[in-house]
């Protein structure tokens, strides 16, 4: 006797399948989602440190008539700001932040071309411009003789470099020197 098979896929099969490619789309997507969104927050805050460094050290990129046409907070003050509201603003709230020299910034003179020419950096109303992608305070990086060397975040895992910390992303900070 001959019985009639047919060759196929029952729909209990198919369904068994389905299911267990789901499994592995469940588990493996958020692991994906997540790294896409931690290099694009990496790459908020390293553009945004970079328009920090140009607002105090100026752009090198914009000459005129053979001259440096965009200085920065540095070039037109004649220091570095002593806090980052300083690029804002020439008159800091001094109730909001504690920082050495507080004062109010003297105003551009044209004919000795020094003074706060600002604002350098466009500010939001909420000082956004002070915050990385992860809401941590930017700050200033510095060097090993106590001189101000860049802009400093704490990366991913919202810790300093120097902190201790249990966590594989010790040392993510986002750093650009000056």
């Not at 099969?13 to 997540?34: D, K, S």
């Not at 101000?148 to 900070?173: C, H, K, Q, V, Y």
């Amino acid at each position: 006797m001959h019985k009639n098979r047919t060759c196929g896929v029952t729909i209990i099969e198919l369904l068994v399948v389905i299911f267990i490619i789901g499994l592995l789309i469940a588990f493996t997507a958020p692991l994906i989602v997540n790294r896409v969104n931690t290099n694009a927050r990496i790459q908020t805050t390293r553009q945004q440190l970079e328009q920090l460094r140009k607002a105090v050290v100026g752009n090198p990129d914009v000459i005129s008539g053979g001259e440096y046409a965009d200085v920065g907070f540095r070039g037109d003050v004649g220091r570095l700001p002593r806090h980052l509201i300083e690029l804002a603003t020439r008159r800091p709230d001094t109730s909001r932040y504690s920082y050495v020299g507080r004062e109010s910034l003297p105003i551009w003179n044209p004919f000795t071309k020094h003074g706060w020419k600002g604002p350098y950096i466009r500010d939001d109303g909420q000082q956004g411009f002070m915050h990385d992608a992860w809401g941590d305070t930017i700050r200033f990086l510095i060097g090993r003789v106590n001189d101000t060397i860049g802009l400093r975040s704490t990366g991913p895992d919202g810790r300093w470099s120097t902190d201790p910390s249990p966590t594989p992303l010790a040392n993510d900070d986002i750093q650009i020197l000056f």
